[in-house]
């Protein structure tokens, strides 16, 4: 009898948990850890067959398997293969080393599982796992009060998230008299909800997203999470804060048409100025990594309230593959490039202003019947005239600026064809969403106008009162607390003096 490839892939899961615990004991040598991080890579790609065979929804038990499921199944448990593959000479020494990989190992399988399940119960508790076991690993070293203390903040916030989520939960379940998210969200189901109910449970799913995103005004637990060694905030900006709009998605028939939407688009956006500004006024590396990761959630969660799930879903995968990698190579010594002391010429400047216009006219008319479309229009024509400016513009003579323009060319291409690539996955199992009201649409365009005209009015007047008192205002937002820091760890002092080292 064949094994099908749900099977397949449930029991490759068990198996590399089974070998995770398996390192646990202290007995094992500590090269089975190679062993076990080549068994962590057999589930994604079963996961990836699975996507490349399957194109048809399956429900199977407590699980449902389509091309959003596998290819969510297939981007957690890729991300925690590729940092586990990392971390075996990254944390070798480390007294927490056997802790280290068992814990990631369950953490990225319980949210793997997230996305592969059709019952609210076993969403529930496997959301949960995954939320327990970042805790975990935040607090890896438990002699280090800073760990400590960043961990305990985390996880109260992980538990307000959960249990919001769990009242929401609840809510629909005893409304629609149904577990499963397939029968929750038919037609027949909602209509059993008032429209006082539908705002509440959007209300209430928005706070349970806009929590582990780090939204605006949840973004502290992020910031002090900095302290948890590098290839855990790797998983964590890659695999958990985009897990809001990957909720939103799941739960979008619900979502659609409500106030939640107006609420939601007015808090990402608030996120997005807040993290951009994070991100451009502190010298720390890994903090100007977390200034852009609330940015960059609060765009995909704009996107959300605008309906497009499709683009949210494909930001949320290439957000966290980019950002996985610039984590694990935070330890870089960062290459400063000087500007060149001679502006671009005038036709150069001008000529990327025009592409930009017309890339952006051009997406635009292509979808006339999508609001979400004029800001995504508008957001694709800045980046590709920033990006020609960069690359093109500024590039030094001749050779500078076809090397820019081949650069400028290939990304051009490979951002088509990972889109079309996503589509044509995708476009069967996401709904379209809801269009939010136009006014919303002109109340987002006007927020982001007035933050881009306000950036270059602060940059042009560096010496005015409002640009010092602003840059002073988002370096203590973005600044750790009191019992987050220590001028010199306490635990490091006490490996030194037991051991007669630095371990």
Known sequence: MLISLPEMFFGLLAISVISG???????????????????????????????????????????????????????????????????????????????????LTITTTADSLVWLSNDLRLLLVCWGATL????????????????????????????LGWLILLGAVMWITQATGHWQLSLVLTESSLAQLDSWERTCINLLLILAVVIPAAQWPFQRWLLDSVVAPTPVSAVMHAGLVNAGGIILTRFSPLFNGSVGQIVLLLLSSVSVIIG????????????????????????????????????AIIHAVLH??????????????????????????FLWTISGGI??????????????????????????????????????????????????????????????????????????????????????????????????????????????MAYILIYLWLIRLGEPQNDLVESHPKHLTLSFFRGGHLR
């Not at 327990?132 to 538990?159: C, H």
């Not at 502190?282 to 969660?301: C, E, N, P, W």
């Not at 966290?320 to 502006?343: C, D, I, M, R």
């Open 276 to 311: 951009t500004g994070i991100m451009l006024v502190h010298v720390d590396y890994k903090r100007q990594l977390v200034g852009s990761t609330i940015a960059q959630m609060g765009f995909m969660l704009i996107q959300c309230a605008f309906g497009a799930y499709l683009a």
């Open 355 to 464: 592409l930009g216009i017309l890339v952006a006219i051009g997406l635009w008319m292509s979808s006339p019947g999508e609001g979400y479309q004029l800001i995504s229009a508008l957001t694709l024509g800045w980046s590709v005239s920033l990006s020609w400016n960069q690359l093109v513009a500024f590039g030094p003579g001749r050779i500078g600026r076809i090397a820019g323009f081949s650069l400028f060319a290939g990304g051009a291409i490979v951002y088509s064809l990972v889109h079309d690539a996503f589509y044509r996955v995708l476009q069967d199992t996401i709904p379209k969403g809801t269009q939010t009201p136009a006014p919303a649409a002109i109340l987002l365009l006007i927020i982001l106008l007035a933050g881009s005209a306000a950036c270059v009015w602060l940059d042009r007047h560096r010496s005015s």
């Open 320 to 345: 966290g593959l980019f950002k996985s990698t610039l984590f694990l190579q935070a330890g870089s010594v960062p290459q400063h490039h000087e500007k060149p002391n001679h502006p671009p010429s």
């Open 132 to 159: 327990l076991g970042l805790t975990l690993l935040i607090s890896l070293k438990k002699e280090w009060s800073v760990a400590r203390n960043a961990a305990s903040q985390s996880g109260r916030m992980f538990a």
């Open 21 to 103: 615990l398996i390192l646990l004991y202290p007995r094992v040598p500590m090269s089975f850890v190679r062993l076990h991080v080549g068994v962590t890579l057999l589930p994604p790609v079963t996961a990836l067959l699975a996507l490349i065979t399957g194109n048809e929804s399956i429900i199977y038990g407590p699980w449902r398997f389509d091309s959003l499921s596998w290819l969510l199944a297939l981007f957690v448990l890729t991300i925690g293969f590729i940092v586990q593959r990392y971390s075996v000479r990254y944390l070798l020494g480390d007294t927490s080393y056997r802790k280290y990989f068992a814990l």
